[in-house]
């Protein structure tokens, strides 16, 4: 709950102008969205009773919410692709076997990370994205991924998704396989592209 919390949220919130756990919590689109991913989307696959789940969740809320503990999303976005693999992936899984329906906030996660890992190799041999605004940003992860996201993540959106997901080195299956999800991440991925990251988490709570 705490990790997959962190996971699902930090890439896009980092890409909304936020820098720390404690901002996204004051922030209510971001706040919304993680209420959203935590109790609806992550909560319901913990195979504990679910007031234990709920009593959890609410003291991760109140955690993030210490006004003494500065967590930088960078620090947490670091090596995102094995954290979304072993924080997420598997939630997105029993949510979507449990409910015969794709989980929309963690799937839009997954377009949060092709967003965020639009990267581009720097002449110091380092890569890094930019926000929406042109700052630039450090990604740090594993060389490969890197590279891979560095020669894909300018191509079309569609394109980009589907051979992302497809990706089973990163994520130990060809996601693509599930039906509707690499469409779903490409449709979340080009809203996030074309209204911005904060827009695109809105249009969830729209549908």
Same mark, same amino acid.
């Given at each position: 709950?705490?990790?997959?919390?962190?996971?699902?949220? *930090?890439?896009?919130?980092?890409?909304?102008?936020?820098?720390?756990?404690?901002?996204?919590?004051?922030?209510?689109?971001?706040?919304?969205?993680?209420?959203?991913? *935590?109790?609806?989307?992550?909560?319901?696959?913990?195979?504990?009773?679910?007031?234990?789940?709920?009593?959890?969740?609410?003291?991760?809320?109140?955690?993030?919410?210490?006004?003494? /503990?500065?967590?930088?999303?960078?620090? /947490?976005?670091?090596?995102? *692709?094995? %954290?979304?693999?072993?924080? !997420?992936?598997?939630?997105?899984?029993?949510?979507?076997?449990?409910?015969?329906?794709?989980?929309?906030?963690?799937? @839009?996660? @997954?377009?949060?990370?092709?967003?965020?890992?639009?990267?581009?190799?720097?002449?110091?041999?380092?890569?890094?994205?930019?926000?929406?605004?042109?700052?630039?940003?450090?990604?740090?992860?594993?060389?490969?991924?890197?590279?891979?996201?560095?020669?894909?993540?300018?191509?079309?959106?569609?394109?980009? =998704?589907?051979?992302?997901?497809?990706?089973?080195?990163?994520?130990?299956?060809?996601?693509?396989? !599930?039906?509707?999800?690499?469409?779903? =991440?490409? %449709?979340?991925? %080009?809203? !996030?592209?074309?209204?911005?990251?904060?827009?695109?988490?809105?249009?969830?709570?729209?549908?």
């Amino acid at each position: 709950l705490l990790n997959g919390a962190h996971t699902s949220t *930090v890439l896009a919130a980092y890409l909304m102008g936020r820098d720390t756990v404690g901002e996204c919590m004051a922030d209510p689109d971001i706040r919304k969205y993680m209420e959203e991913t *935590v109790y609806r989307e992550i909560s319901p696959t913990v195979p504990l009773p679910a007031d234990e789940v709920k009593a959890f969740a609410d003291s991760v809320f109140e955690r993030f919410e210490h006004p003494f /503990i500065r967590h930088a999303l960078l620090s /947490i976005s670091l090596n995102s *692709v094995s %954290k979304w693999k072993s924080r !997420i992936l598997p939630s997105l899984l029993d949510s979507l076997t449990g409910t015969g329906r794709l989980p929309k906030c963690l799937t @839009f996660s @997954f377009a949060a990370l092709l967003a965020f890992y639009t990267v581009q190799k720097q002449p110091d041999g380092s890569y890094a994205g930019a926000r929406p605004d042109g700052t630039a940003y450090p990604v740090q992860d594993d060389l490969p991924a890197l590279e891979f996201f560095a020669e894909h993540s300018a191509k079309p959106t569609g394109e980009y =998704a589907r051979v992302a997901a497809a990706n089973a080195a990163f994520w130990g299956r060809d996601l693509s396989g !599930i039906p509707g999800f690499a469409e779903l =991440a490409a %449709k979340y991925l %080009k809203q !996030i592209r074309t209204f911005g990251p904060r827009e695109a988490m809105k249009k969830l709570f729209e549908e």
